[in-house]
């Protein structure tokens, strides 16, 4: 990565310098110098494709609160972030968050799980969004609702946030170490997959039931569907080939399409990773994070461990197997795809690029543009190539203030389909509303990546933008947040 020193975009006051700052990186982030009006502005354009309606191109990425009750329901913390989630304007939500299958799939004691007794809960969750969103848009026509739903894997933690308890599907050289895994720990056997298989079979039915329009098979982030796509060590039919490699998706599509016949399915992918970093001990100091450094993997070559990594040098991309992932998508009639990259657990400068750590973090190892642009080039190379597909991009947070004159580009000259936002819905989920129609930016609201929203779950405390959300930012939370960093 570039070892020039890191621009703050909180500093820089216009456009121009912002795209200097990208030509000088040679990142490849499109930038315009201005807004068009709201009646050119690619935001609104509607999108009608494989039997999918989405009313603009707005879309929020999930994000999970770590804030339902043990018992997987939503809480008044829950609504309030789906409140959010409506008044943003964006026609498509995908996933709102990560759901758990089943109780023990969580990936922290509080995280939402699709099950009976908590169908009067996403009933409910769905309806306070539409009446938000109707509140703001006049109306819920072409709004495309669903659920990202997940089993955790290797990073479930379903009784305790300090308590991990991983489901892992084969051994890592680098992340059993991390997770103190013995060589004799069980991997989950064929027998446990298709009971998982079935999890999903019938959460999605659920979810159909309560008036979902889709569910998001998750394959991503490290958790249990993208660890199936890097199982090349795995024995037996779900480990090895390609084919084998992706057996869980077809099963999990197959039985969804006979259980809940009519509910769209997308999938949102890891499209690429790296093997994964750690704080360089030599540049880490009095509780101060040094830059993030890739483990060592050169005894590992080829490196068996990854998805969209060249095997040979695994710190660098390789496109061949995502492209083939989306030929099967595209096979299996799944219109829509959500493309993100990595894992917030093991690399997570590439996951959500940000210019302050998450605690179990490390300082970011470049400008944090670099990444974003990373992001954004394989969005564009994979939508190029998949034309049919429904594809929404990540990673926009980074961009503060730049945001919608990156994101209009993007959308007019076809990197992506639909823009997806994460961590700026937290603290100003209505952004690109504002900008889509033609009002200034409240500079105030803007995310700065302090990472926060990450922190405070890494230490068992609800997710929320705690610097610049009022609710959170004068809560107990937010002196328990601080002790919690503090004791690092
Ligand atoms: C607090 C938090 C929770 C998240 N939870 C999820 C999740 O449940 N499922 C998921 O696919 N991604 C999750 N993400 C990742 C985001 O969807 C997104 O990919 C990432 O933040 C980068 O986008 P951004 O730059 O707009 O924030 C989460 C991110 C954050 C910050
Ligand atoms: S805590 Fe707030 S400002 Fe910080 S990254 Fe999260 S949303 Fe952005």
């Known amino acids: 990565m570039s070892s020039a020193p890191i621009l703050r975009l909180g500093s820089v006051k216009d456009v121009q310098r912002f795209r200097e700052h990208l030509h000088s990186l040679d990142v490849a982030i499109p930038c315009d110098r201005e807004l068009v009006s709201p009646a050119e502005s690619p935001f609104w354009l509607p999108l009608e494709r494989g039997g999918i309606r989405i009313g603009n191109r707005m879309a929020i990425n999930p994000m999970e609160g770590w804030d339902g009750t043990p018992d997987g329901n939503p809480s008044e913390l829950t609504f309030r972030r789906w409140q959010k989630f409506g008044r943003s304007g964006a026609k498509l939500i995908w996933g709102g968050e990560a759901v758990a299958v089943s109780p023990c799939a969580r990936a ?111 394959h991503c982030h490290g958790y249990l569907g993208h660890e199936f796509l890097s199982a090349h060590t795995r024995e037996g039919k779900y480990g090895g080939s390609f084919e084998n490699r992706t057996r869980f998706l077809r099963e999990v599509v197959e039985g969804i399409r006979a259980n809940a016949p009519g509910l769209q399915i997308g999938v949102r992918l890891s499209a690429f990773d790296t093997v994964p970093f750690r704080p360089d001990p030599a540049r880490s100091s009095n509780g101060k994070l040094g830059p993030g450094i890739p483990e060592a993997y050169e005894h590992l070559i080829p490196y068996r461990w990854g998805f969209g990594v060249d095997p040979q040098h695994p710190t660098q991309l390789d496109l061949s197997e995502p492209i083939r992932f989306l030929s099967l998508l595209e096979e299996l009639q799944v219109p829509l795809v959500n493309l993100t990259a990595g894992s917030p657990y093991y690399n997570p400068h590439l996951q959500r690029p940000a210019l302050y750590p998450p605690s179990d973090g490390y300082s970011p190892p470049g400008d944090p543009l670099i990444c974003v642009g990373q992001q954004f080039n394989a969005t564009r190379q994979l939508k190029q190539r998949f034309p049919n597909l429904i594809v929404v991009g990540t990673a926009y947070s980074y961009l503060q203030d730049f945001l919608p004159y990156v994101a209009q580009p993007a959308l007019r000259d076809g990197w992506v389909d639909v823009v997806g936002l994460g961590r700026m819905i937290l603290t100003y989920p209505e952004i690109l509303l504002d900008a889509a129609q033609g009002r200034a930016l409240q500079h105030k609201r803007i995310c700065r990546t302090f990472s926060d929203c990450t922190t405070a779950p890494r230490n068992g405390l609800p997710s929320g933008c705690y610097p610049l959300d009022t609710y959170y930012k004068h809560s107990d939370m937010m002196v328990q947040l601080a002790a919690a960093k503090a004791k690092r």
């Open 108 to 218: 922290n004691p509080n995280q939402l799980v699709m099950a009976p007794n908590t169908s009067k809960g996403f009933a409910r969750l769905r309806s306070v969004l539409i009446e938000d969103h109707r509140k703001t848009m006049g109306s819920d026509d072409g709004l495309l609702l669903g659920i990202q739903l997940t089993h955790s894997g290797r990073y479930c933690r379903p009784h305790g946030h300090d308590r991990p308890e991983p489901r892992i599907l084969h051994h890592h050289p680098i992340l059993d170490r991390r997770l103190n895994l013995p060589d004799d720990y069980p991997v989950l056997t064929d027998a446990e997959i298709a009971m998982i298989i079935e999890d999903f079979h019938t959460a999605a039915r659920a979810v159909w039931e309560l008036g979902y329009d889709f569910v998001d098979i998750k």
